[in-house]
């Protein structure tokens, strides 16, 4: 690890803590140059993750693009940094939990659904209309009290 301040690579590692969620293990960190302190925090990776799209062709899972393609559902919602990475970390763990090798497109959709569900019902919403391809008003009000549904039995 390089010292952000003077780029030496003679850091060392003063605490570790998993996070409250366990989702990541933050570290505090000692340059032993300068003596500057920093944080830095360890995500679990999602390792060798093929994605079937749904014309076929396959690709590497890339969490960069899980995350763009939440984050346009999220526009102008009220989040905060930290509830969005436990979001996305929990996303990859329930990928993670099926132990596959290749997934596909329609399942990460699935779980980003169920996930965003209880996250914001707003966001939920506009994913799921470009994600199921809501093709008219009746399709869209069809998921809507579906959703009301899901509201009354929690």
Known sequence: MFCPVCSSKNTRVVDSRVTSEGLSIRRRRECEKCNYRFNTNELVEVPDLIVIKNDGKR?????????????RSLAKRPYTTEKFEKLISRIERDIQKLRKKEITSEKIGEIVMRRLLGFDKVAYIRFASIYRAFEDVSTFQTEL?????KKNKS
């Open 59 to 71: 690709e590497a899972y890339s969490r960069d693009k899980l995350q763009k393609g939440i984050l």
């Open 145 to 149: 009290r579906s959703l009301n549904t």
